[in-house]
């Protein structure tokens, strides 16, 4: 059992975002401060580096994105 606190609240066999492979969009969003949309609009991007399909379902792939915005200066 993983016991995890969170703004003094305790949270049980939640993985904390930072050690997470891959974000949902809204995870991702709340990650690096960039907005649900933008976020959305990049992952249909052709040849996006970060994007992950599982089925329907799209996935940020963190490390990816995380060297993303660290090469970018503007998104």
């Known amino acids: 059992m993983c016991l995890i606190t969170d703004n003094s609240k305790e949270v049980q066999g939640q993985v904390p975002i930072y050690q997470k492979v891959t974000l949902t969009i809204k995870e991702a969003a709340e990650y690096s401060n960039i907005g649900i949309n933008r976020i959305e609009s990049l992952l249909r991007a052709p040849r996006c580096p970060f994007v992950l399909y599982v ?16 090469e970018n200066i503007e998104i």
């Open 55 to 70: 089925g329907k379902k799209k996935l940020v792939k963190r490390k990816e994105f995380e060297k993303f915005i660290s």
